[in-house]
């Protein structure tokens, strides 16, 4: 999605500056067409050219070095742009843009850009927290700039605190979420489910399977790109949190049925990707079980959990995954029929290159009347493009019938 997208990225005097070649990196290796403006303190912490090799494109520091064709640098940025980061940025920067001043490139570039403005702060924990950093903040915030919270670590003072740079990740992500606002899922809201979820035997152990929550992540994350308000419900994953997407984290079928009950209030669908256990332990040991104890044997009674699926009603598109190992599509036809689903992806998890853990996913996804759409191998966000694809269509407003008045 961010394939010739004109990113703008503000650089400014902060030590985490070098964060900022790597960012640059990696929004060119996206797609986009990244052009610096750095500030003078900027391009003491680091070298114009390193942006240059990175980007492949020209930067911009000195405002009367001019260098685009119309010669006037900063209204080109400003219109050229899709989006505006500002990577990192300093508390300096955030009161110039606070009281509209414009005494370089960049805040010029910002002050007449229509574009929206992405604030990634760092600085030292005094300077962030002052009442006036603060002030200025709620001031841009009230404009509708958005701003990516800096994280708590090891500063360059030798402190360990709040104002470290956002991680690139998160910053990506955001850049992301603010191109797609204006997506083919904007103003819709979706509750996705990822991971497996785990059922305790004791304090100690649990019945859990090999999902990831890849899948589910990625689902949540197309939707989030096409402008979709997202939570994601999801079981334990080493994955990290997704911007701008709620994020809710669950262990068991119970806690996960509760979280969705609770989150499809008003939603337009539901996506089950989750791999939910089927059975829990009928009871949960409250100390570890002793081996001894258990004599040499060990019997585990089991009890069904509740189908989250189907016994979550509403008037919401309900979509489920079906992870198979045999007769992939009669499986996944009548799970769509016990669980009343609108769609269903279908995978056969004994694949080494498809289902549970890996990257990629060799999926069906079947539809309304039995549609079966055979996606060939392909990444698990490539998939999830797919189906927010088929998604985005279903939750078109149908047009009115013809000769219908008002
Ligand atoms: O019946 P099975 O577990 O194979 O169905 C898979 C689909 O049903 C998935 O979408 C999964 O998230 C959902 N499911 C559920 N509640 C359960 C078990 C599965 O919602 N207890």
Known sequence: ???????????????????????????????????????????????????????????????????????????????????????????????????????????????????????????????????????????????????????????????????????????????????????????????????????????????????????????????RDRGAKVVLITGPTVLPDLAGVDIVRVQTAVQMKQAVAKAVAGSDALIMAAAVADFQPQTTSAQKIKKAAAGGKMTLPLVATPDILTETKGRFLKVGFAAETEDILENAKEKMRNKQLDLIVANDVTAPDSGFEVDTNRVSIIGPDSRTEDLPLMTKKEVADRLMDRIAVMLKPKPAPKGHTH
């Open 1 to 223: 999605m961010l394939t010739n997208k004109t990113i703008v990225l503000g650089v400014t005097g902060s030590v985490a500056c070098y964060k900022a070649a790597d960012l640059a990196c990696k929004l060119t290796q996206a797609g986009a067409k990244v052009d610096v403006v750095m500030t003078d303190s900027a391009a003491k912490f680091i070298n114009p050219l390193t942006f240059r090799s990175l980007t492949g494109r020209t930067v911009f520091t000195d405002m009367w070095d001019t260098l685009s064709a119309s010669g006037v640098d900063h209204i080109a940025l400003a219109e050229a742009a899709d989006v505006v980061v500002i990577a990192p940025a300093t508390a300096n920067v955030i009161a110039e843009l606070a009281a509209g001043i414009a005494g370089d490139s960049l805040t010029c570039t910002v002050l007449a850009t229509l574009a929206p403005v992405i604030i990634a702060p760092a600085m030292h924990t005094g300077m962030w927290r002052n009442s006036i950093t603060q002030e200025n903040v709620a001031k841009l915030k009230n404009r509708n700039f958005t701003f990516i919270e800096p994280g708590y670590g090891y500063l360059a003072s030798g402190c360990i605190g709040e104002g470290r740079l956002a991680d690139i990740y998160t910053i990506m992500g955001t850049v992301r979420q603010v191109l797609g606002r204006t997506g083919n899922l904007a103003g819709k809201k979706i509750v996705v489910t990822a991971g497996g979820t785990r059922e305790p035997i004791d304090p100690v152990r649990f019945l859990g399977n090999r999902s990831s929550g890849k899948m589910g992540h990625a689902v949540a994350e197309a939707a």
